[in-house]
């Protein structure tokens, strides 16, 4: 999941824009639990395209 979407319980803010310290020990703790997080969705779907067509290139 990633955490630009995520609004904070405490300050009621995106938690990407960290405004309190809630937010930016989430924030801290999305990053550290996978390098993909941080990736919008758009940017996922893309780098599964490109993968694909890497694998359909290789297989030829």
């Known amino acids: ?5 995520l ?5 009621a803010a995106p938690v990407s824009e960290g405004r309190c310290a809630v937010c930016r020990a989430n924030r801290e703790r999305l990053q550290q639990e996978s390098p ?3 990736l919008s969705p758009m ?7 490109v993968l ?5 290139l290789l297989a030829r």
Do not use: F, Q, S, W
């Open 1 to 5: 999941m990633t955490y630009d979407r």
């Open 7 to 11: 609004v904070c319980a405490n300050c």
């Open 36 to 38: 993909l997080a941080g």
């Open 43 to 49: 940017a996922l779907i893309a780098l599964l395209a």
């Open 52 to 56: 694909i067509a890497a694998v359909a």
